[in-house]
């Protein structure tokens, strides 16, 4: 079994930065690949950006490029997600998820492809 604990969230203001962590427990690290997805108040889950488990692709929704950047520490057991010039329309619970499968790059910003999900953390950016 795997284990994802968020933290990082919390209130910005508008054009502020916050720094998501993900640390992970229970397999093999640095063998997953590592999503982010986010769900506002009536609204679906929605990808974020994610990362391979060799580190060789990272992948991000159109909404977050240029903003967000997802990184990883397996040495550490924990994904990040950096979150600069934030927006009103960023606020949601935020989620990390991590999967074994040999999926594909098309697949990896897939919610169906992850199998471990951590609690979420709120994220509130104010305007």
């Known amino acids: 079994q795997v284990e994802l604990v968020e933290s990082g969230g919390g209130l910005v203001q508008t054009g502020g930065s916050l720094r998501l962590s993900c640390a992970a427990s229970g397999r093999t690290f640095n063998n997953s690949g590592m999503g982010w997805f986010r769900q506002a108040p009536g609204k679906e889950r929605e990808s974020v950006a994610a990362i391979s488990r060799s580190d060789i692709v990272t992948t991000y929704a159109d909404s977050v490029k240029g903003r967000f950047t997802i990184s990883r520490d397996n040495a550490k057991n924990t994904v990040y997600l950096q979150m600069n010039s934030l927006k009103p329309e960023d606020t949601a619970v935020y989620y990390c998820?991590?999967?074994?499968?040999?999926?594909?790059?098309?697949?990896?910003?897939?919610?169906?492809?992850?199998?471990?999900w951590g609690q979420g953390t709120q994220v509130t950016v104010s305007s």
């Open positions: 998820a991590a999967t074994f499968r040999p999926i594909t790059i098309s697949q990896i910003m897939s919610y169906g492809s992850y199998d471990y």
